[in-house]
Structure formats: structure tokens, C-alpha cells
């Protein structure tokens, strides 16, 4: 069948079928969007759970640089 011709002419039935298939095709999209919604939201939290991780990662090392510095000026001083 020809769609784009202007004497097509289509029954109820054959109406309905072509909705019937645009809904399903709709269902469809948007149960993908629904499932990538959850993953963006997980990806989120991950992120955030990762920027809390590298402050304390950060503050850990900062912490210890300035020990370790501290330790060094006194084996300088020793040695002298």
C-alpha cells in the first residue's frame, strides 16, 4: 500500500492497527527513558559519593604532607 497517495482510503480496522502499533512503539520509548532516568540518577549519587571520597582522600594527604614535611626538616636539621 502506497502512504502517500491520495486515494488510499483505510478502513477502522486498518486504522486501528496503525494506532495500536504508534502505541506500542511509544510504550516502548518510554520504558527506555524510564530506565535510563534510573541510571542517570544512580550515576548521580555515585558521583557524589565519589566527590565525598576524594575530599577526604585530599584532607588525608594534605594532613600528612605537612607531617611528612615536618618529619624531613627535622632528619635536615640532624644532619645539618
Request: aromatic share 8%.
Amino acid at each position: 500500500m502506497d502512504y502517500n497517495s491520495n486515494e488510499d482510503h483505510f478502513t477502522a480496522s486498518q486504522v486501528m492497527t496503525m494506532f495500536e502499533s504508534l502505541r506500542n512503539d511509544i510504550s516502548v520509548i518510554a520504558e527506555g527513558q524510564i530506565s535510563m532516568k534510573e541510571d542517570i540518577n544512580i550515576l548521580k549519587s555515585d558521583v557524589g559519593q565519589l566527590k565525598f571520597d576524594m575530599t577526604i582522600v585530599k584532607d588525608f594527604i594534605r594532613i600528612e604532607f605537612s607531617a611528612l614535611k615536618s618529619r624531613v626538616s627535622i632528619l635536615e636539621k640532624k644532619v645539618g
